[in-house]
């Protein structure tokens, strides 16, 4: 799978930015896709929690 096929199923937003639904969406997208990588990243060996804490630090670097 590449790159561009997994995340392909991600829908585009329903809502301008500045309403509270649009993070409420955004969030409901993205957590299936986030638990995938997660899954991923644990299958080939990664502890999962030391994933989870690394994608926490890499969205944070880019607020």
């Given at each position: ?54 994608l ?8």
């Open positions: 799978m590449t790159n561009t096929e997994a995340f392909a199923g991600i829908a585009p937003p329903r809502h301008p930015p500045t309403q509270f639904a649009y993070e409420t969406e955004c969030k409901q997208v993205l957590e299936p896709v986030l638990l995938q990588l997660l899954d991923k990243a644990e299958a080939a060996g990664w502890d999962r929690r030391k994933a989870a804490y690394a926490m630090f890499l969205a944070a670097k880019n607020v």
